[in-house]
């Protein structure tokens, strides 16, 4: 059986984003192929602690998992919940991928440099994050990895370990699907980025500091309303989808159809030739206010006993798998 896996920091409370470029279309995906995949959903609690952390730890983790739940993940035996520090397996696979991967290529990913861009001395934990990722991602011999699409350098340079490793010590691990497939698989043909309302040349990120850029999981549904109808647009006056040209607009068709599970296309086929941003925007709002209302009903349901349940049968069999694995791996290197 293939895997399908994915992960999200859980460093506070989520975006809009981070809900429609990642934890929809994995739920979406999970419950379309659980039948056929492993679905392998964990916490990388490893990788929230590069930077602070807002409000508790503990708190984040267990709520990131109901958001998975409240956006209608269905459970069965081949869905594993895990936390990532719960299986010790994925810090010793990353220095063994350490010891492959080089200064160069690492130095190279973007959201290094973006998160050490302006600061005096930056952790080591932000430069290695792309190895431990792809620790978490080759000890499954996962294939699949549903990411937006400011993560798709990290799955390019997962490949490149995986087949470097497998030239040098043999065929150890399944090297993921190249990005092309990836998105394929996820059924949204470029990727997916939600911008920043205010700035929507930007993606939408938690850091960013003005409220009015970013919709939050845990917004008032109105006041999100709001956010979406002050959205920056442009003065073109036409309703196309052109990222580059119109990144307002087309941000906003982007989450309309995300948030009504439409292809792209059908979206923006509706809405060509309206020249009204007001109405694009009023549907748009009401769609994510409507989106949120139900989204925070169905989270206020989740008891924490249901999630400790499914990480205790989800961290036996990450470890089993995980342990098994790094052990091929260790023979290969002659650690063992
Ligand atoms: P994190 O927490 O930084 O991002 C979580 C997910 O949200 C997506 N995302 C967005 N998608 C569309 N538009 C946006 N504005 C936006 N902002 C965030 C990110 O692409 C990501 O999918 N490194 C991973 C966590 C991780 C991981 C893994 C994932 C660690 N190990 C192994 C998969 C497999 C991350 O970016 O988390």
Same mark, same amino acid.
């Given at each position: 059986?293939?895997?399908?896996?994915?992960?999200?920091?859980?460093?506070?409370?989520?975006?809009?984003?981070?809900?429609?470029?990642?934890?929809?279309?994995?739920?979406?995906?999970?419950?379309?192929?659980?039948?056929?995949?492993?679905?392998?959903?964990?916490?990388?609690?490893?990788?929230?602690?590069?930077?602070?952390?807002?409000?508790?730890?503990?708190?984040?983790?267990?709520?990131?998992?109901?958001?998975?739940?409240?956006?209608?993940?269905?459970?069965?035996?081949?869905?594993?919940?895990?936390?990532?520090?719960?299986?010790?397996?994925?810090?010793?696979?990353?220095?063994?991928?350490?010891?492959?991967?080089?200064?160069?290529?690492?130095?190279?990913?973007?959201?290094?440099?973006?998160?050490?861009?302006?600061?005096?001395?930056?952790?080591?934990?932000?430069?290695?994050?792309?190895?431990?990722?792809?620790?978490?991602?080759?000890?499954?011999?996962?294939?699949?990895?549903?990411?937006?699409?400011?993560?798709?350098?990290?799955?390019?340079?997962?490949?490149? *370990? =995986?087949?470097?490793? @497998?030239?040098?010590?043999? #065929?150890? &691990?399944?090297?993921?699907? /190249?990005? +092309?497939?990836? $998105?394929?698989?996820?059924?949204?043909?470029?990727?997916?980025?939600?911008?920043?309302?205010?700035?929507?040349?930007?993606?939408?990120?938690?850091?960013?500091?003005?409220?009015?850029?970013?919709?939050?999981?845990?917004?008032?549904?109105?006041?999100?309303?709001?956010?979406?109808?002050?959205?920056?647009?442009?003065?073109?006056?036409?309703?196309?989808?052109?990222?580059?040209?119109?990144?307002?607009?087309?941000?906003?068709?982007?989450?309309?159809?995300?948030?009504?599970?439409?292809?792209?296309?059908?979206?923006?086929?509706?809405?060509?030739?309206?020249?009204?941003?007001?109405?694009?925007?009023?549907?748009?709002?009401?769609?994510?206010?409507?989106?949120?209302?139900?989204?925070?009903?169905? *989270? =206020?349901?989740?008891? @924490?006993?249901?999630?400790? #349940?499914? &990480?205790?049968?989800?961290? /036996?069999? +990450?470890?089993? $798998?995980?342990?098994?694995?790094?052990?091929?791996?260790?023979?290969?290197?002659?650690?063992?």
């Amino acid at each position: 059986m293939k895997t399908i896996l994915t992960g999200i920091r859980s460093n506070s409370v989520l975006t809009l984003g981070n809900y429609l470029g990642a934890l929809l279309p994995m739920v979406r995906l999970a419950n379309q192929h659980s039948g056929e995949y492993q679905v392998n959903i964990f916490v990388p609690d490893l990788h929230s602690i590069i930077s602070d952390v807002d409000g508790d730890l503990q708190e984040n983790i267990v709520r990131t998992i109901k958001y998975y739940l409240a956006a209608g993940l269905k459970i069965n035996e081949n869905v594993h919940i895990y936390r990532q520090s719960y299986v010790p397996a994925h810090s010793e696979l990353c220095w063994i991928l350490d010891c492959v991967a080089t200064m160069g290529e690492t130095s190279r990913m973007i959201q290094y440099k973006e998160k050490s861009k302006g600061q005096e001395s930056c952790n080591v934990g932000i430069f290695n994050y792309p190895i431990l990722m792809a620790a978490d991602i080759l000890l499954y011999d996962a294939t699949y990895i549903p990411l937006g699409e400011d993560q798709f350098q990290h799955i390019e340079l997962t490949r490149n *370990l =995986a087949m470097r490793f @497998n030239h040098k010590f043999g #065929e150890i &691990f399944t090297v993921p699907a /190249k990005t +092309a497939e990836q $998105v394929e698989f996820m059924g949204v043909p470029d990727g997916i980025r939600i911008r920043d309302l205010l700035n929507p040349e930007k993606k939408m990120s938690k850091s960013t500091v003005a409220e009015n850029s970013k919709i939050m999981l845990d917004d008032e549904p109105e006041k999100a309303a709001k956010k979406i109808m002050s959205a920056t647009t442009d003065s073109i006056g036409k309703i196309k989808f052109d990222m580059w040209g119109q990144p307002g607009i087309s941000n906003l068709l982007q989450i309309e159809a995300l948030i009504t599970d439409v292809p792209l296309q059908d979206v923006i086929s509706t809405w060509a030739g309206v020249t009204r941003y007001g109405d694009l925007k009023k549907k748009v709002a009401e769609g994510v206010s409507t989106m949120l209302e139900e989204f925070q009903t169905r *989270l =206020a349901e989740i008891s @924490n006993e249901r999630v400790f #349940e499914l &990480f205790e049968s989800g961290e /036996k069999y +990450a470890n089993e $798998v995980a342990k098994a694995k790094l052990l091929e791996v260790q023979k290969a290197v002659q650690l063992r």
